[in-house]
C-alpha cells in the first residue's frame, strides 16, 4: 500500500491524495473463531465479538439472572392463552408403563426428524423416559378427553392403570402407542436438558404411525378446546 507524506512546510503544494481501496468508506468485517455472529467495527472500537475473542469468553452466552417481573399465576394465565394440541406422553413397557398429559411439545427438526418434550422431575414418567431411553408423543383426537384426563391424574389412577380403558400398541421402541391418536410419534432419547423444575428430552423420530384425521384436542384458556 503507498505510503502519503505532507508535503515540506515550505512547499505551496496540496497534498497528495492517498489511493482509496476497492472497498471504499464501508466498515470491514472480521470472522471471528467458532459460530459466534460477524458484525462490523464501529469507529468507536472493536465489535463485541472481537472482544469476546480476545478474552476468551462469550459474551452471547454470559450468564445473568434477572429478577422476576410477573407472579406465577400471571405467567400460568399468559401460557393458558398459548393454545397447545393435548398430548399423551408414554414410556416403558406392562406394568412398568407410564404416562403423562402434555402440551409441551415441539418439533426441532427434519433431518434428523428431531422433537422435544419437556417433563416435570417429579413425575412418573420422568424416570420411565429417562430408564427405557425412549418415549411416544400420542397426538389426542377431541374423542380422546377420557384419556387426556387419566393420564393427567384427573381419576387417581397411577402408573400403569393410567392405560386401562384404552387399545394400546407399540411401533419401534416399546414405548405405548394410543390406537385412536391422531398420531403417534416413536422416539428414541437423543439429549436431555435440565431446566429448573423439569427436564428437556430431545428424541429422534423413529417410527410414526397416522390415524384417522379427526377434530383434533386442543387446550386453551384452561380449558379443552376443539376445530369444527
Keep these: 500500500m503507498p505510503i502519503c507524506s505532507p508535503p515540506p512546510p515550505s512547499s505551496n503544494r496540496p497534498s497528495p491524495q492517498c ?16 459460530d459466534r455472529p460477524v458484525r462490523p467495527e464501529t469507529p468507536s472500537g472493536p465489535t463485541r465479538a472481537a472482544a469476546g475473542q480476545e478474552t ?9 439472572t434477572l429478577d422476576p417481573v410477573v407472579g406465577i399465576d400471571a405467567f400460568k ?29 415441539c418439533s426441532v ?13 417429579s413425575g ?12 411416544c408423543v400420542n397426538v389426542l383426537a377431541d374423542r380422546s378427553r377420557t384419556v387426556a384426563d387419566r393420564f393427567a391424574g384427573r381419576f387417581g389412577n397411577l402408573g400403569a392403570e393410567k392405560f386401562a380403558d384404552a387399545a394400546w400398541s407399540s411401533l419401534v421402541t416399546g414405548a405405548p402407542a394410543l390406537d385412536e391418536a ?21 428424541g429422534t423420530v423413529v417410527g410414526v404411525r397416522l390415524g384417522a ?8 384458556d384452561r380449558a379443552y378446546r376443539t376445530l369444527s
Design 109 to 121: 427438526a427434519a433431518s434428523p426428524p428431531t422433537l422435544l418434550i419437556c417433563v416435570n422431575r
Design 182 to 202: 391422531l398420531v403417534a410419534i416413536d422416539c428414541r432419547l437423543a439429549e436431555t436438558v435440565e431446566a429448573h423444575s423439569h427436564t428437556v428430552f430431545f
Design 213 to 220: 384425521a379427526l377434530p383434533p384436542l386442543l387446550h386453551f
Design 77 to 105: 394465565g399468559a401460557m393458558g392463552r398459548l393454545a397447545g394440541a393435548v398430548t399423551v406422553i408414554t414410556a416403558g413397557r406392562g406394568p412398568e408403563a407410564r404416562g403423562l398429559t402434555a402440551t409441551a411439545v
Design 124 to 135: 412418573e414418567a420422568h424416570d420411565a423416559i429417562a430408564r427405557t431411553e425412549a418415549f
Design 19 to 34: 489511493p482509496r481501496s476497492p472497498e471504499g468508506d464501508r466498515h470491514r468485517t472480521f470472522e471471528p473463531a467458532g
Design 56 to 64: 476468551g469468553m462469550s459474551l452471547l452466552a454470559t450468564p445473568h
